[in-house]
């Protein structure tokens, strides 16, 4: 049975947790930070750190898969593009679409499980398990919205699918 904080109590406790996160470096403590902007600046951190773990695993054990640092992220084209970008939380009118074809002889490409990247809150051996079972890939698996592809190579625009729309 847990233990209910008195309103007190809990104020107290809320406020030294503020303090502790605003007496972090790098982060904005005067009057005008908001905990939105905090908060903001966390997740970047986050985002940032996970992606250099990432990259280092590569560089250890995946040196020939294309870095995520260098790449261009490509999505297959059997898959409805309006789906996926919504899926990554891109409007599909903000970009343009085209079909491209590999043409060089020195091409790297990676399909990769999206959701493996949702880690930024885990231990750093978590996030490091996640980049080695990223890094090894999904071939074989059906194309999904939870699939991404790397590409680092030569690539030749086959046709524009769709133009962007400005300002959607």
């Known amino acids: 049975m847990g233990t209910s904080l008195d309103a007190p109590d809990l104020q107290s406790k809320t406020a030294s947790l503020v303090a502790m996160i605003l007496a972090l470096p790098g982060i904005r403590s005067d009057a005008g930070a908001t905990l939105e902007q905090m908060l903001r600046e966390y997740k970047y951190r986050a985002e940032l750190l996970k992606e250099l773990i990432f990259e280092s695993v590569r560089m250890k054990n995946y040196i020939s898969k294309p870095s995520r640092q260098r790449c261009m ?96």
């Open 73 to 168: 992220f490509l999505f297959h084209e059997s898959l409805d593009y309006c789906e996926y970008a919504t899926a990554l939380g891109f409007s599909p009118s903000r970009y343009t679409l085209l079909r491209v074809e590999s043409c060089g002889d020195d091409d790297r490409v990676l399909v990769a499980k999206l959701p493996l990247l949702n880690c930024n809150t885990q231990p750093y051996a978590e996030i490091e398990a996640r980049a080695v079972e990223y890094w090894s890939g999904a071939a074989g698996e059906a194309p999904s919205v939870e699939h991404e592809i790397l590409f680092e190579g030569s690539l030749r625009i086959v046709e524009i699918i769709q133009r962007s729309v400005p300002n959607q």
